[in-house]
């Protein structure tokens, strides 16, 4: 091994022939070549690599995580009482809200709750059931009535959750002012 290594330094140390480049400058080039060589193998499996991920991302579907609910019961005394019938109760803003929907049966009874807000305490208060957690009229954050109140039409009164009392897959309880309650209401989101 050590002959060869010997010759291979005698050859590096010998003297060009004429019309050749020194022994240098072929290492040198084949040092070049491997290192373009290795360079354009990187930018390759870097492109293809890329190329992969961006196609994966895009052919992705975006799926929305909704938590649907069971459907929400009827309360007569609500509706005969208050003209409306409560259609949902659904978790807002990762948690920081909670949005209750109603529809309109009868306008002239509806008026009550949609004169009332934080104040008037027309506003229904939440109870999550089994619990002593509730989201109160003084939490509420909007009331979206439209001022062009009709027969049909679904309305929401969104409330805040501070301390995050009320979960998506939580029952609630529904007690307007009055004491008419509707029970057993699944939040989604």
């Known amino acids: 091994m050590t002959a060869i290594t010997e010759d291979l330094d005698r050859e590096d140390r ?14 040198s080039a084949s040092v070049r070549g491997r290192l ?15 190329t992969r991920l961006s196609l994966h991302h895009r052919s992705t579907p975006v799926v929305s995580v909704a938590h649907p609910a069971a459907p929400v019961p009827a309360s007569p005394a609500i509706e005969s009482s208050w003209g409306i019938r409560y259609t949902g109760v659904i978790l807002l803003a990762d ?9 309109v049966l009868d306008l002239n009874k509806a008026e009550k709750i949609h004169l009332g807000d ?9 109870t999550v059931d089994g619990t002593s957690g509730r989201v ?4 509420v954050l909007m009331h979206f009535h439209h001022g062009d109140t ?8 969104v409330y805040g959750n501070a301390g995050g009392v009320v979960h998506t897959g ?14 057993h209401v699944q939040v989604s989101s």
């Open 14 to 27: 010998a003297p060009a022939e004429p019309g050749s480049s020194p022994a240098g400058v072929r290492r």
């Open 36 to 50: 373009a060589f290795g360079l354009v193998l990187l930018v390759l499996v870097t492109a293809i690599v890329g």
């Open 95 to 103: 948690g920081g809200g909670v949005e209750l929907r109603y529809q």
């Open 118 to 126: 934080a104040g008037s305490n027309q506003l229904p208060t939440i």
């Open 136 to 139: 109160t009229p003084s939490a």
């Open 150 to 157: 009709a027969d049909g039409r679904t309305y929401s009164i």
């Open 170 to 183: 939580d029952y609630v309880s529904i007690t307007m002012k009055d004491g008419a309650t509707l029970k």
